[in-house]
């Protein structure tokens, strides 16, 4: 939780301060302060704990059972699959809820499940609040990427130790982007799909 709120709140901070008119609007009018924090609480903290405690969770299993020296590469692949998999459902979920509990999108399931795809398509360029979400989940990323590439680079290799660690942090930040693109890239298609049929 400490990792998602770290994560979290300062992302939160620089989209409210991007954003033309959100602070005072959310200063002036209670109402809408009051379904922004709502919405941070029932989807965006839930989303950021649990894909932190997912990936983190995989990343301990694999460890113990020794697959992060032996395979080092299907780490990566199931952090990067978990993690894809956990953001899009948790948010087709709470979007559902969302439409059952707090009347959101109409009410209406069926639109809940439409705005999923074109959410995510754009949250790659922090133009909606699913990308502070989808950013705050870097903070639990990098760190686990860090330590897997890093381990695989001195595995059989006389890397100096600051070397090696720059070229992982460096390889660990094309992976994120790549988590990033392939989000993104499911959301353009599954939106342009919708919009076909």
Known sequence: ???????????????VALTPGFATALFEN???????????????????????????FLYASTNARGDLERRPGLVLFLDVAARLVAFIVLHILIYVLSADWF???????????RVVAPTLARSAFFENISGVYLYATLVSAIPLYVSVIEGWLAKGRSFAHRRSRGIAVFLSLVLFGAVVVLLTGIGYLVSALQSSS
């Open 103 to 113: 009347g959101s999108f109409g009410g209406s399931r069926a639109t809940a499940v």
């Open 30 to 56: 209670e109402q809408a302060l009051e379904r922004f924090l709502r919405q941070v609480v029932t989807n965006g903290l839930p989303v950021v704990f649990v894909v932190n405690y997912l990936t983190l």
């Open 1 to 15: 939780m400490l990792v998602s709120l770290a994560g979290l709140l300062p992302l939160l901070a620089i989209f």
